[in-house]
């Protein structure tokens, strides 16, 4: 084992796959290959105070001394162009080649495209890295009319951002409501109710027909219905693809994503996958998943490394995630499809509640607004597998605290009997 490891894709996954590989003691080489020329950075911020602050820097994942004091050899700018899994060596770009003894792809995801007329006009935008959140904000700076094309996280939160930087803001949501499938309908009305309240305009159930433009630059948005949305800047945030050229062109399992087992091991067990393009069975749901999340990222790199490093851990990190929007931290814990009845706990219209989601009486997730302290207790309760009834919710954080501490005190004997 001389080649070590080679990890392609420097955001979060690999970055952590990186440190936790050094962590656990391995000490052979680790290769962090990435295609952007920036130290690998916090990507959150983005589309929030980065694309508002002009005086805004990224905010590294971790500084340079890390790379060199953890002899981690980041190389930045490079694309791989193929896997050669039978003789373990990748082809990069432009010439020559990177041999490893394992691979962790953390290839990440990237936008999805609009098929729009139109959508190769300059000014339409979309969010996935740092140059594209620097155009953002150059743009936005320079006009006051803005068309978000999406109702997803990233759309709103970037709404969010440029209404309370006084841009006018239009976001257009295909659907009839606004986080599709991500969080419940009251969370979603709710959400909108906030966002118009501070002059966001948001039309659901609207799809748009073109894009237009004068000498190259977008102009406007047309919608199905022959609607003129003025704009001097489109973005488009309709969702995510997984980066899967390099994994299906090796013959890598492919299924909703580079498909994994427990240990995070792809077809080939030299090669592992992570992150964004990693799709699995969730021991919480027993459904095959694919999660975009810096958790679920960043916790897979950590099992991923100690895989590697020789143990036979299994993936069971609850996942968990959250999304700031205005003056609404949403915080999401659990997986919440295929629910059937919920409980509300707090208040709508002081902004600050949560909803527990069950399936029959098992508690599959909770969604939150401002109520930090329910999604920590959310995770501990997941975690140990615990299930409150409605009634418990219904007494708040001090009885779900006791509840949870007797479930665990009882533990031993569950499991004696």
Known sequence: ?????VIVGAGHAGV???????EDGYDGPVILVGDEDELPYHKPPLSKTFIKDAEARPQPLRGEAFYTGSAID?????RIDRIDAGRRSLDIAGGGALAFDHLILATGSRPRTLPLPGADLSGVLSLRSLADARLIRDLSAQNDEVVILGG????LEIAATLRAAGRTVTVVEA????????VAPVVASHVRQRLEATGVRILTGTSIARLDGENGHVTAAITSSGE?????MVIVGVGAVPNLELAQAADLGIANGIRVDHQMRTSMPEILAIGDAASYRHWLTGGDVRLESVQNATDQARLAARTISGHTDAY??????WSDIGDMKLQMVGLTAGGDSHVVLGDLPDNKFSIYHYAGDRLLGIESVNRPGDHMLGRKMLGAG????????????EGLKAALAAFQQDEPARAAG
């Open 1 to 5: 084992m001389k080649n070590g490891v």
């Open 16 to 22: 952590q796959a990186a440190a936790s590989l050094r």
């Open 74 to 78: 980041y190389r930045p700018g490079v």
């Open 152 to 155: 997803g996280f990233i759309g």
């Open 175 to 182: 659907v009839d409501r606004l986080l599709g499938r991500a």
């Open 228 to 232: 003129r949305l003025p704009a001097r």
């Open 316 to 321: 069971s990190a609850v996942p968990w995630f």
């Open 386 to 397: 615990f299930s409150p009834t409605p009634e418990t919710v219904a007494m708040g954080p």
